[in-house]
């Protein structure tokens, strides 16, 4: 069931938003797949409120009655924000991010919180302090990560629509898990003010539906200017729909899928898509990358600097876990990070650290910083010519859980073609090719583009769809 399809429902009165609330916290409260940290308690209340604001005849919003789950990574006031770690265990904000008042200004209902990787760190859910995430395809799996509640949420079809955040892929990789829509939109066109940042120039607010015509609906509701927000736009950006046509357009995809580790079931749904493009008379041009190789390592460098400096922040005194004994500054600052936080955000800030030591002159970052430039005039360049690059969205179908792995750079791997868009604050969107456990892909377009690169996606959607 869509969106527009749920509000006429509660037009016509075919159903109340109570009734439909309750069904959605019956499914919520179950929490079978571990995809909830927090479930909003005054839910029902919200319902109430909507449904005599329709019974007075009142406007009503454009997410009138839509429940959404929200990544425990966005602020909520009242509602707890834990980032899925034991440091921010007990943490309540006093305030919203402006993602989620813009959400509440539409009549939309905060159902609950989601689990995630700890801190965002992590592709598998697994780095939760509150346990993995299971895949809602197949319970042996994981979902991706780090949005991996988000994604199971809308995955099991609890949800239409779940904020997540993306910094290196969080949202399309557990999107083409889960099989469903992710949304990486221009950097700046969704406000940050009030998600807790793990490296800023890479971190985006990023959308989780169903349906790319949900999607678009959602992105146009959490999209705004803020005055809170320096990164974000001045003026509302246009979502609008339209009738995208691919005849003639060019489109750029990897030369040799397979040097990237593409696998073959993920190649053979890759190629099903280049058919109903081809169909649709879009030109498919192949393209070599050079800097790509250098992809891994780069986003390694900048996000591992900025978690270490965005992290600093959780001492013991302002913010965050409290141990019960220690002697002096010193020793809080150690049990504080040592007990509050899990191994992977240990791993991640000892990184960076390092990485920005004086010692040598911080030459690691600078190399990194001096790559990302030119990996970004790469993309730039190639999206002057054609119209969308497409890619798998992941190189793979999901592990399964408790596989583990000591790399610590091995499960970026996966998303490749993911973290490439966000050192090069590209937008993109991930859309499934078929049912149930499978491939999907991923088209970007330059800053901006992100309409053109939505109803793109709408159209590829249809006629995926036989529509």
Excluded: W
């Amino acid at each position: 069931m869509e969106i527009k399809t749920l509000i006429e429902k509660y037009k016509n009165g075919e159903i109340s938003v109570e009734q439909k609330t309750r069904e959605i916290l019956e499914k919520v409260e179950k929490n079978e797949l571990n995809q909830y940290i927090t479930i909003n308690d005054k839910a029902i209340d919200r319902a109430k409120e909507l449904d005599m604001k329709l019974k007075n005849g009142e406007e009503l919003g454009k997410l009138f009655g839509i429940c959404v789950s929200i990544k425990d990574n966005v602020s909520t006031k009242d509602l707890k924000t834990t980032c899925a770690s034991k440091m921010l265990s007990d943490f309540i904000p006093v305030y919203n991010a402006t993602i989620i008042d813009n959400l509440m200004k539409e009549d939309a209902i905060i159902i609950a919180k989601t689990n995630m990787d700890e801190f965002a760190m992590g592709s598998t859910s697994e780095t939760s302090y509150y346990g993995p995430v299971k895949n809602p395809l197949d319970n042996k799996r994981i979902p991706g990560g780090s949005s991996s509640g988000s994604a199971a949420s809308v995955g099991n079809k609890d949800v239409l629509l779940s904020v997540g955040s993306d910094t290196g892929g969080s949202v399309r990789q557990p999107a083409s898990y889960c099989n469903i829509v992710g949304y990486l939109p221009t950097y700046s066109l969704i406000s940050r003010y009030g998600v807790v940042s793990l490296a800023n120039t890479l971190d985006q607010v990023s959308l989780f539906a169903d349906s790319v015509d949900d999607l678009i609906e959602f992105a146009d509701v959490v999209s705004s200017p803020d005055e809170n927000d320096m990164t974000s736009i001045l003026e509302k950006y246009d979502f609008s729909r339209y009738d995208y046509d691919f005849n003639g357009k060019k489109i750029a995809i990897p030369k040799d899928l397979k040097k990237y580790g593409v696998e073959d079931e993920i190649l053979e749904d890759f190629n099903k898509a280049l058919d109903i493009l081809k169909d649709n008379g879009a030109e498919i041009s192949e393209i070599e990358f050079k800097y790509i190789r250098y992809a891994n390592q780069i986003y390694n460098i900048v996000m591992s600097c900025e978690a270490a400096s965005n992290l600093a922040r959780y001492d013991g005194l302002r913010l965050g876990y409290h141990p019960d004994n220690y002697n002096g500054l010193e020793e809080l600052f150690k049990k504080t990070r040592t007990e509050g936080f899990g191994e992977e955000v240990k791993r991640r800030i000892a990184l960076g650290t390092y990485y920005l030591s004086k010692d040598d002159e911080q030459k690691h970052y600078k190399q990194g910083l001096k790559l990302r430039k030119l990996l970004k005039d790469e993309l730039r360049g190639y999206l002057d010519e054609y119209d969308f690059i497409l890619t798998p969205t992941t190189t793979d179908l999901p592990a399964y859980l408790d596989d583990g792995d000591e790399d610590a750079l091995k499960v970026y791997d996966s998303g490749i073609f993911n973290v490439i868009t966000n050192l090069s604050s590209l937008c993109a969107i991930s859309v499934p090719v078929r049912k149930g456990l499978s491939g999907s892909v991923q088209f970007m377009a330059k800053e901006f583009e992100d309409r053109d690169l939505l109803n793109a996606a709408r159209a590829f959607e249809r006629s995926r769809n036989g529509n």
